[in-house]
Nanobody
Framework: QVQLVESGGGLVQIGGSLKLSCAAS????????MAWYRQAPGKQRELVAE???????YYLDSVRGRFTLSRDTAKNTIYLQMNSLQPEDTAVYYC?????????????WGQGTQVTVSS
């Protein structure tokens, strides 16, 4: 069973930065992709950034240029560096991993970490 553990959320002022971490319980090479989603109160969960095992990284238009995905395969961890944070970035951020090699295909989620941006 796969576990994803997020950390790095918190309270930050407008224009500040945070770095989120998502540690997986097994090698991230087992996943077809890993991603960060976010959900603000009263709104739908949305894809923020996705890091496929192969291929190009995806970023939501509103975060492109401010957020950056990276990974450390030795630590089974992906990161989301968030710069120039705005109030609209306030949400619970969730780590996601997909594995299409399993039957049935698996979709794993972390517990979420709160990001709050204030003036």
């Amino acid at each position: 069973q796969v576990q994803l553990v997020e950390s790095g959320g918190g309270l930050v002022q407008i224009g500040g930065s945070l770095k989120l971490s998502c540690a997986a319980s097994r090698t991230i090479f087992n996943f077809n992709s890993m991603a960060w989603y976010r959900q603000a109160p009263g709104k739908q969960r949305e894809l923020v950034a996705e890091y496929p095992l192969t291929g190009s990284r995806y970023y939501l238009d509103s975060v492109r240029g401010r957020f950056t995905l990276s990974r450390d395969t030795a630590k089974n961890t992906i990161y989301l560096q968030m710069n120039s944070l705005q109030p609209e970035d306030t949400a619970v951020y969730y780590c996601n991993a997909k594995n299409r090699n399993e039957i049935p295909p698996s979709d794993y989620w972390g517990q979420g970490t709160q990001v709050t941006v204030s003036s």
